[in-house]
T-cell receptor, first 114, second 114 residues
Framework: DQQVKQNSPSLSVQEGRISILNCDYT??????FLWYKKYPAEGPTFLIS?????DKNEDGRFTVFLNKSAKHLSLHIVPSQPGDSAVYFC?????????????FGTGTRLQVTL | EAEVAQSPRYKITEKSQAVAFWCDPI?????LYWYRQILGQGPELLVQ????????DSQLPKDRFSAERLKGVDSTLKIQPAELGDSAMYLC????????????FGSGTRLTVV
């Protein structure tokens, strides 16, 4: 049972344009969402997060939007740069505290072309 | 910047052999996680430690996998005997205050079972 879904395995965007990566979840208990970025042969690195009490969080070129009623979140990257080419994972957590853990989606491979 | 150390980076083993992975989390991080990432899929939690205690090992195949964190610092994940389907990236992560503050991942161990 995949509780966090990323239905687009890959995405290609031209440099300077907007990249939009989507994520859907099924577990209503999830209340914190994160995006991770992964380069080949490296571990994932934290990118940006959002609490369920918010609908938007922005950090530089990266913005995450949360639609709780639709159980959907998206990551916007503007403008996209070649160095953004990587696999992006959406992750979700239920509850807070030291016992909390992340459930990951299957990832979307972003390719930013010149 | 503090890092999560993992070794080895790459491991090739024959099926039915034993294999072990090591992880040293960031100093002071009480929570340690082992994830497995099969190619084309998202990371899947195998085991979660809080200090030296197992918090969640519900997805750990206990007939062949074992994990320990004896002194609440570094950790070892063992597979015995290895099977072809165990070929994956094994990722260790640590966290100071739980998943909602983000994990820090190590670079992972790429296991190939032949």
């Amino acid at each position: 049972d995949q509780q966090v879904k990323q239905n687009s395995p890959s995405l290609s965007v031209q440099e300077g344009r907007i990249s939009i990566l989507n994520c859907d979840y099924t577990n209503s208990m999830f209340d914190y969402f994160l995006w991770y970025k992964k380069y080949p042969a490296e571990g994932p690195t934290f990118l940006i997060s959002i609490s369920s009490i918010k609908d938007k969080n922005e950090d530089g070129r990266f913005t995450v939007f949360l639609n709780k009623s639709a159980k959907h979140l998206s990551l916007h990257i503007v403008p996209s740069q070649p160095g953004d080419s990587a696999v992006y994972f959406c992750a979700a957590s239920a509850g807070t505290g030291t016992a909390s853990k992340l459930t990951f989606g299957t990832g979307t491979r972003l390719q930013v072309t010149l | 910047e503090a890092e999560v150390a993992q070794s080895p980076r790459y491991k090739i083993t024959e099926k039915s052999q034993a294999v072990a992975f090591w992880c040293d989390p960031i100093s002071g991080h009480a929570t340690l996680y082992w994830y497995r990432q099969i190619l084309g899929q998202g990371p899947e939690l195998l085991v979660q430690f809080q200090d030296e205690s197992v918090v969640d090992d519900s997805q750990l195949p206990k007939d062949r996998f074992s994990a320990e964190r004896l002194k609440g610092v570094d950790s070892t994940l063992k597979i015995q005997p290895a099977e072809l389907g165990d070929s994956a990236m094994y990722l260790c992560a640590s966290s100071f205050r739980g998943a909602t503050h983000g994990y820090t991942f190590g670079s992972g161990t790429r296991l190939t079972v032949v």
